[in-house]
């Protein structure tokens, strides 16, 4: 290959890879139905087009022995414990609103990714993926139904 060529493939990488490697805010938004029983506990992840675990935006709720419960999360992530750390918190009551915000690349966006939650409860049903939203620009903001414990769930682009 020539030099000139050569120069002008790595100008054309280097231009290209900010775009590659942008990401922004998205905050998810799970707000939870009054089903009349204990804290939630929740797990938002990110999966690809083909269902393959990518990572963990959130898990409410701290204890681990219960995480088995967020069953398709647990078997996808093969529990994820080493890379909990930051992005943990409470489990959240009946009527709340779990709100938080994870660093999203830019490329994701339209590219078959789907966001899911998986949602259980003490002393009451299990609720593997009960939320799936595509992650699509059309899909921003606009509200997505759960099955059980979730009364809506959204994202937003900031």
């Not at 775009?19 to 992840?45: F, I, V, W």
């Not at 990572?55 to 219960?66: D, E, H, Q, S």
């Not at 967020?70 to 080493?82: T, V």
């Amino acid at each position: 290959m020539s030099k000139p060529l050569l120069t002008l493939l790595a100008t054309a990488c280097a231009l290209a890879m900010p775009a590659l490697a942008h990401s922004r805010p998205l905050m998810l938004t799970a707000q939870l139905k009054n089903y009349g029983g204990d804290g939630a506990y929740l797990a938002a992840y990110l999966v690809d087009a083909k269902g393959s675990y990518v990572r963990t935006l959130w898990v409410a709720g701290g204890k681990a022995k219960y995480h088995k419960h967020l069953s398709d999360w647990y078997r996808l992530s093969a529990g994820d414990s080493k890379r909990l750390n930051g992005v943990t918190g409470a489990s959240v009551g009946a009527g709340s609103t779990l709100k938080v915000t994870a660093e999203l690349a830019d490329a994701l966006m339209d590219a078959g990714y789907e966001i899911r939650i998986d949602a259980a409860a003490e002393d009451m049903r299990d609720s593997p993926s009960e939320v799936r939203i595509p992650l699509s620009k059309a899909n921003a903001g606009k509200p997505q139904d759960g099955k059980q414990y979730i009364r809506s769930a959204t994202f937003q682009l900031q």
